[in-house]
């Protein structure tokens, strides 16, 4: 059983959660979110306090138990708070901008990489544009949508250019050049 799962979720004064049958609803001043449970899983919201359960027999829904509890506690923190992914663009002439409901990003390639605004979330781009920032509701969206965009064009191990989280370490490789240098000054030509 989950030690995450046990513990209540204390909701602030500014957030109402409803559970109507096997769906969760919480409702805040950034705007409203749904999660529905999965079987053998039970919420109940008992004054400012909601408690996750295992329902009686579902024993093997003990790995469910703190996701559960922890996407309910997520969607609390985000109707009070916006959750935010920044994700660093460095290359020469890699930028980005953002136009209408989508993104358009130059990142090397023989044309504009565009990406669509999901509704709820809100991305914008530094003065420089090259650091967009990803903000919205719901962790999960933001989650994912900040590893899609970095799925376009990771950062390569030599020069280190693509997209990368801010603060991410990219784990840099030596080229040929500073690899090749210390294997012929030993003789490498000998037979």
């Known amino acids: 059983m989950s030690r995450i799962g046990k513990m209540p979720i204390n909701m602030p004064d500014k957030v109402k959660a409803r559970v109507d049958g096997r769906n969760v609803h919480v409702e805040g001043p950034l705007g409203k979110l749904a999660y529905h449970l999965p079987d053998g899983i039970d919420a109940v919201v008992a004054g400012s306090v909601i408690n996750v359960s295992i329902a009686q027999g579902a024993t093997d829904k003990g790995a469910l138990f703190g996701t559960c509890r922890a996407r309910i506690n997520n969607m609390v923190t985000g109707v009070v708070k916006e959750f935010e992914k920044v994700l660093e663009i460095s290359g020469v002439g890699f930028k980005g901008a953002v136009e209408g409901n989508r993104v358009s990003m130059q990142l090397g390639f023989s044309h504009p990489v565009l990406v669509d605004i999901p509704q709820g979330i809100k991305m914008s781009f530094d003065p420089k544009q090259v650091v967009l920032t990803i903000k919205g509701i719901d962790r999960e969206v933001v989650g994912n949508l900040a590893a899609q965009i970095k799925r376009i064009k990771r950062p390569e191990p030599y020069k280190g250019t693509g997209i990368k989280y801010q603060g991410e370490h990219i784990i840099r490789k030596?080229?040929?050049?500073?690899?090749?240098?210390?294997?012929?000054?030993?003789?490498?030509?000998k037979k």
């Open 174 to 189: 030596a080229g040929k050049t500073a690899a090749g240098a210390g294997a012929t000054s030993g003789g490498a030509a």
